[in-house]
């Protein structure tokens, strides 16, 4: 269904603040427009909120939180700031890292400390690209734990969510966002007035018309957002004149078990793992990121990898509870041998320990990895050996409406709309132009950051 753009009608109720999905910037943006005293109503498409961040490992990254100074960890935001735009070889509007590198830590301690979520440090590996260990998560470590308490923190502030409610139209004239249409599951239509609207509806994964034109290069692979990512907020941007920005940007993931379908975390190559395709061999830099590996994941043989690790990594995996899951449902093997391991992928077992050795014999000094990943002093691989088939997926989109330090939409050519807000996936992020210019954590980074600056701001 088409999104629309119609002249305002006479509307069945308003509300001061609307906001178009409930997802994490959603969810931020309502607890914080409660909390400036507005009246709020959250409208969502699906029977619960869950969106992209469901789909997520659900972790924040802040710098200077009372989390990492607990764990003796000094940080900056400057420092967060200048790891995004090295990520992102300095494609990113510094105002936009700064605001939002700014404004991570005081969310997380807003979040922790006023709505009762339970933050901790992500404190046993290190993310690609992150100079300190700057991740927060629920206990879990789980993206559906963060929206379930984001979910009770906002229905126990009195926020109204309305569920099974897909928007389809905005009512405005001259620019200017008077509310928005929506249809029921029962083919019924309510017409909602607004004094401004928050469009937190997230990217546009799920549209593959959308995903081919943009991103070309990842538009085979397997889409593992959510179904509904499917880019209205960019159909109404353009048809109202605003400002789109890097809607070739993504984040990728080339370790999605296969074909459970299930997330394997990517520590279980940051701390000593390995990828090989399917002749046994490695075939890339493993150290570039999570991101980057979906396009090389997807360029091998049956777009398959197999991820190599060992108990020791997969203990700090367990914390994570789309890992426990993987290994609840056989995605991970394990062997006693590298032949072992062979056998149970299908693998040339000659070539399969070649590559071991080879591997192992870089993290003892001995030679220089042939992929160019930098691994002198990495613990070793020692059996039991594990392994997870993986392939490559997009996870969801890092373009979108350009907006200014109050999370309100630009105009193309200048300006911005007045009563029109973007958060999240709705938004343009700060991961450059491409899938290599995201840092872990940059999509949660900008749904809790904009969705709080959008809250707050005054009517």
Known sequence: MTPRILPPPSFDARVQTLIVGAGAAGLVAALAATEAGQEVLVLERDAVPSGSTALSAGLIPAAGTRFQRAAGIDDTSDLFAADIQRKAHGENDPASVAQMTRAAAPVIEWLADRHGLAFSLVHDFDYPGHSRRRMHGLPSRSGRALIDALRSAAE????????????????????????????????????????????????????????????????????????????????????????????????????????????????????????????????????????????????????????????????????????????????????????????????????????????????????????????????????????????????????????????RVRRKGGGVFDTLFAAGGAACGVSGTADSGYLSGNGLLAAVTLGRIAGQHRL
């Open 156 to 407: 126990r502030a009195g926020v109204d969510i309305l569920t099974e409610a897909r928007v389809d139209t905005l009512f405005a004239d001259a620019g200017r966002i008077h509310g928005v249409g929506l249809i029921r599951p029962d083919a019924s239509r309510d017409q909602i007035g607004c004094d401004r609207l928050i469009l937190a509806c997230n990217g546009f994964g799920g549209n593959k018309a959308m995903v081919a034109q943009h991103m070309p290069q990842i538009a085979g692979a397997l889409y593992f957002g959510h179904p509904g990512n499917t880019g209205e907020a960019l159909d109404w941007g353009e048809a109202l004149g605003a400002e789109i920005r890097h809607p070739g940007a993504y984040q990728g993931h080339g370790n999605v078990a296969h074909p459970h379908g299930i997330l394997i975390t990517w520590a279980v190559i940051t701390e000593g793992g390995c990828q090989v395709n399917l002749s046994g061999e490695r075939f890339w830099n493993e150290a570039q990121g999570y991101s980057e590996a979906a396009r090389a994941v997807q360029g091998q043989s049956e777009g398959q990898a197999i991820a190599v690790f060992d108990e020791r990594i997969a203990a700090i995996a367990r914390q994570f509870a789309d890992f426990r899951d993987a290994e609840a449902q056989g995605a991970v093997r394990r062997a006693e041998t590298p032949a072992e391991l062979a056998d149970a992928f299908g693998l040339p077992a000659d070539a399969l320990a070649k590559t071991l050795d080879a591997f192992e014999a870089a993290k003892h000094g001995r030679g220089v990895d042939p992929c160019g990943r930098a691994l002198a002093g990495a613990a070793p691989l020692v059996p039991p050996y594990l392994g997870a088939r993986v392939t490559a997926a997009l996870f969801h989109t890092q373009g979108g409406l350009a907006v200014d330090e109050s999370a």
